[in-house]
């Protein structure tokens, strides 16, 4: 028993690899984070109002009543007399502030707290329109606040955190291959060709792969389940962790240029980015601080 305890302590509390770059993942989290908000910022109103696009009153309706959510905080500054639309414009720039002042590392794990927050309920608040990405930016933040705390035990809640990251994406990819492997359309290609002829504009050479060769879409459909399925275990095996890395990133960068889910796609890059290959990130601060030496 005593083993199998000491494995799971050094499992979880002895990964100390990169520990000083820990401040670059901040970084690109935060940074990740504030575009991500900057982004949507045009449709603010739209997504967020009581009047906007989706009642408040149904999206009330879909989540617990006690559960945490943007109307919370802006229906107190509503009883101090100001109006709905003045303060959601305060909350959100205090979220894109607190951005900022983690970047500037001033206070910083306060601030993490504070966007956590914030992001939550706003997710909440905007259940209607939340899907993944949402609630992967929500984890992402998480982590950033794990990794935004400063004690002696530095080494041992970077470890957590990095771990915690590690399996969560574990977890995420496995049931995904669990869900596809349930169905009958990742087997027959049905489901690459769906993406492909929803999202693309068929032409000549699709439609000739859908008709003549169409178990390439078969192959395709089967490396994603299979990727995914077994997640956990190619990640973690030393033979095979590079080539996983680079299909789940090709995969959603795939995503990303098919579909249009931008924010799905960077962020899942950018957690396995952080999560199992912390040399890509440190390669490409290193090459920035020597790249005047070389011109």
């Given amino acids: 028993m ?19 770059k820990k401040n670059l993942f901040i970084a690109a989290i935060s940074v990740f984070g504030l575009l991500n908000m900057l982004l949507i910022l045009p449709d603010l109103y739209n997504i967020y109002s009581k009047n906007g696009i989706i009642n408040a009153g149904i999206n009330d309706f879909l989540i617990r009543k006690d559960q945490f ?30 951005f900022v002042f983690i970047l500037m590392n001033y206070y910083r794990l306060v601030f993490a707290v504070i966007v956590l927050v914030i992001h939550n309920a706003l997710v909440a608040g905007s259940y209607s ?45 496995f049931f995904s291959g669990v869900g596809k492997a349930m169905g009958n359309n990742w087997y027959t290609g ?6 492909v002829s929803t999202y693309t504009e068929v032409n000549v050479l699709t439609a000739f792969a859908a008709t003549a060769i169409p178990f390439i879409f078969q192959i395709i459909s089967l490396s994603v389940v299979i990727a995914e399925l077994f997640y956990p275990f190619l990640i973690y095996n030393k ?21 249009n889910l931008y924010t799905f796609g960077i962020v899942m890059i950018l957690l396995n980015v952080i999560a199992f290959q912390p040399k890509i990130l440190l390669e490409l601060k290193y090459f920035k601080k020597h790249e005047h030496i070389t011109e």
Wanted: hydrophobic share 55%.
């Fill in 2 to 20: 005593g083993g199998v305890m000491g494995r799971l302590d050094a499992f979880f509390f002895g990964y100390h690899k990169n520990i000083e």
């Fill in 69 to 98: 959510r943007i109307t919370f905080i802006t229906d107190l500054m509503e009883q101090a007399g100001i109006r709905y639309e003045y303060a959601l414009a305060v909350v959100i720039a205090v979220y894109i502030c607190s």
């Fill in 129 to 173: 329109f939340s899907y993944g990405a949402d609630y992967m930016i929500s984890f992402a933040l998480f982590i950033n606040v794990i990794l935004c705390i400063d004690s002696k035990y530095n080494r041992i809640i970077y470890s957590f955190a990095i771990r915690l990251l590690q399996l969560q994406l574990c977890v995420i990819y």
């Fill in 190 to 195: 049905d489901a690459i060709w769906y993406l």
């Fill in 239 to 259: 033979m095979t962790k590079k080539a996983t890395l680079l299909y789940i990133i090709i995969t959603h960068i795939i995503i990303i240029l098919m579909i």
